[in-house]
């Protein structure tokens, strides 16, 4: 006997480990389920001990007090050697942690492997899928700059919005009555013990709950879950057309892991860490808050929800999806498992993506936004100007200077909150523009108040003048004496 | 069959329960301090306490019919807060010593306001919300106007009642006020 088999053997004498890692390594597994459509759970667990290793190592530097957090951070970046290396491996482990989660989560929905008896393996799942999104959130709060300021700010506003006991709910989120001091310790101690600990203890019970209920067999149509008869077709099965885990699944399941680092470490390399962007100080209010992009979806939806729907949609809305999820293999947990023959799980799960796929892409470019710096930015256009009388050009300097391009574009640039007036005049005529102006309304602000008579006269004329040429304005077909405009 | 089976409790049996019962009723003893200590940020600021007046400076530093960023320093704070517990708000002197003092954050989810003096709009750079110069309403999803401090002229100065981030829920102790006219 080897010297080396000895130690193994002195040390197995004392853990009794041996017999159980034998057993995991060879426990059979559907010949069809050792597929590259199985290696989203341990792609998910790689890059969660990627995390814990790399959050170690960010530890070792970062402050994590008020005053010194965005200063540590610094440092980090530029004065620790591979500082920004290690900031960058971890920031987009956690972009690509969410990712890989809603991927795997897909997947077992797709595959209806939360059937029995995986019913609470895949509730845990939900909640790891929480926890992964709290991570988010919190790591978010500790990167402490403006976004993590004003994000603070936001997370506070949604609790506000809880009946009765709101104001205690944003001070135990806060920690006291301001974002300070207080609120990133608290969101430290959140973000490096109180959920990775959970997440440690409940990734092992959902990793234990696999390898003793074992891997969800290929859907095939037509073979259907009954609870009286699945487990013991599923152990037919394996033994019959079963492949020992170790090596014929285990090394698809390695080498995406290998490739998913390798991904997490090139984004790194190339993009480098995230921010921090300016520092938290919120008497700079020039700024644009904006979320990291797995609760920009949200973001969107904030924006659009109309105001009396948005408290109920905060406040239920989550209820109801964490409370639809975990009870999901209740009403659903037998029957067909293939997503052949599962058209609403499928167009469910469609239309979810395609949602949140919509929503995040409306959240690169917030059309909902005023673009603050559009009125002294971006110049009207110059053949809005050549060959007009001096009251229209008036209308124009005025255009720009009540800040209305900062919502309205014309010639391409400008806001994006109210339409473009291009072609304004010729979807409304000078009576209509001129009360529109005045009294607002269809979401813009009256400007009665801010603009003198010669100021809307002027204003107005320049609209009058935003038609394509080869189409009239718009004419008030009651005024007897209706001479188009120019 | 002895007399320790037909009772169905063992004397083991017995103290391994009394046992159980002693660590739950320490488990019990030790929650209560643990729960006072995590309530501590809302027992502090019971009874309002978290609000005091704070002086924003001379009455010569807001010109009548302007609107002004002003920032003062939270009064409950701590040395390890950095730049957080410096507060700006906007400063509007109506006429004479007729102010209003409004909150940065927005009502609708607390993103910072900005002025716009040209048009005499407050604008939000979040999702879009515009108030008028008196701090109400104008378009967007805002649920109400934005928040105002409440505000006392002392000695020459100017003074607003403030302290805690305003919310829908903790801005009931700021004056509420109305939606204003909503165009």
Redesign the interface.
């Known amino acids: 006997m080897s010297r080396l088999a000895k130690i193994g053997e002195w040390f197995d004498q004392r853990l009794q480990l041996g017999s159980t890692i034998r057993e995991t390594m060879a426990h059979p597994v559907p010949r069809k389920s050792a597929s590259w459509f199985y290696v989203f759970g341990s792609a998910a667990l790689t890059v969660f001990i990627l995390q814990i290793f790399t959050g170690i190592m960010l530890a070792l530097i970062y402050v994590p007090s008020a005053g010194e957090a965005w200063n540590s951070l610094q440092y980090l970046n530029h004065g620790v050697t591979l500082g920004w290396f290690l900031r960058g491996v971890h920031g987009w482990g956690s972009n690509f942690m969410v990712a890989i989660v809603l991927i795997h989560m897909v997947q077992v929905a797709m595959f209806g492997a939360y059937k029995f008896p995986r019913e609470l393996t895949w509730i845990i799942g939900v909640f790891l899928l929480l926890m992964t999104l709290g991570m988010a959130f919190t790591g978010q709060v500790l990167r402490f700059d403006q976004d993590a300021y004003w994000g603070l700010g936001i997370g506070a506003a949604i609790c506000g919005r809880v009946p009765f006991v709101g104001a205690w709910v944003v001070h135990l989120l806060l920690g006291g009555p301001i974002i300070a001091g207080d609120t990133l310790s608290r969101f430290f101690a959140i973000h490096v013990f109180v959920i990775p600990g959970l997440l440690i203890g409940l990734v092992s019970l959902h990793l234990l709950m696999v390898l003793k209920l074992g891997i969800n067999d290929w859907p095939m149509p037509g073979r259907l879950v009954r609870r009286a008869t699945y487990v013991q077709e599923y152990h037919e099965m394996t033994k019959k057309d079963g492949v020992p885990f170790v090596p014929e699944a285990v090394w698809k399941d390695m080498f995406f892991s290998a490739f998913i680092i390798v991904c997490v470490m090139a984004c790194a390399a190339f993009f480098g860490p995230y921010g921090p962007s300016g520092q938290p100080d919120p008497t700079i209010v020039q700024t644009v808050p904006k979320p990291d992009y797995f609760f920009q979806w949200l973001y969107a939806l904030l924006a659009y929800l109309p105001p009396e729907m948005e408290t109920p949609a905060l406040l239920i809305g989550p209820v109801v999806i964490i409370g639809f999820l975990v009870c999901l293999p209740f009403f659903a947990g037998e029957g067909e498992k293939s997503w052949k023959r599962r058209p609403i799980a499928v167009v469910t799960i469609l239309l979810t993506a395609v949602a949140l796929g919509t929503l995040t892409h409306l959240a690169g470019y917030t059309p909902w936004s005023p673009i603050m710096n559009a009125w002294s930015g971006d110049p009207v256009p110059v053949q809005y100007l050549n060959g007009r009388s001096p009251l229209e050009r008036q209308g124009a300097a005025v255009f720009q200077g009540k800040q209305c391009r900062n919502c309205h574009s014309i010639g391409g640039s400008g806001g994006l909150r109210g339409p473009d007036l291009d072609s304004v005049a010729v979807r409304m005529t000078h009576d209509q523009l001129v009360r529109q102006v005045l009294q607002g309304g269809g979401n813009m602000p009256a400007y009665g108040k801010n603009l003198n008579p010669a100021e809307v006269a002027a204003l107005v004329s320049f609209l009058d003048t935003l038609h394509p040429a080869n189409q009239l304005p718009a004419r008030d077909a009651a005024q007897e004496d209706a001479s188009p405009r120019q | 069959m002895s007399d320790q089976e037909k009772s169905g409790m063992s004397r083991r049996d017995l103290m391994a329960k009394i046992g159980m019962l002693l660590n739950g009723a320490a488990v019990v003893i030790l929650a209560t301090p643990v729960i006072g200590y ?2 501590a ?2 027992v ?2 019971d009874g309002g306490r ?1 609000r005091k007046w704070i002086d924003l400076g001379e009455l010569d530093e807001f010109p009548e019919g302007q609107t002004r ?1 002003a ?1 003062y320093k ?1 009064p ?13 708000c906007w400063v509007r002197r109506v006429e004479g010593e007729k102010f209003q003092v409004f909150a ?2 927005c009502a ?7 002025w ?1 003096p ?4 407050f ?6 919300g ?1 108030y ?1 110069q008196d701090g109400s309403r ?6 109400r106007g934005l928040f105002e401090y409440p505000y006392k002229v002392e000695g020459g100065r100017l003074m607003i009642e403030a ?3 305003p ?6 102790s700021l004056r509420a006020r109305s939606n204003g ?1 909503q ?1």
């Open positions: 995590l309530l940020p809302i502090r600021g978290y960023l920032k939270n409950i704070s701590n040395p390890w807060d950095g730049e957080t517990d410096n507060i700006p940065i954050n609708h989810l607390g993103c910072p306001v900005r716009f040209q048009s005499s709009l604008m939000c750079p979040c999702h879009g515009v008028y104008a378009s967007g999803p805002p649920p302290g805690q981030l919310t829908l829920s903790t801005s009931a006219c165009g």
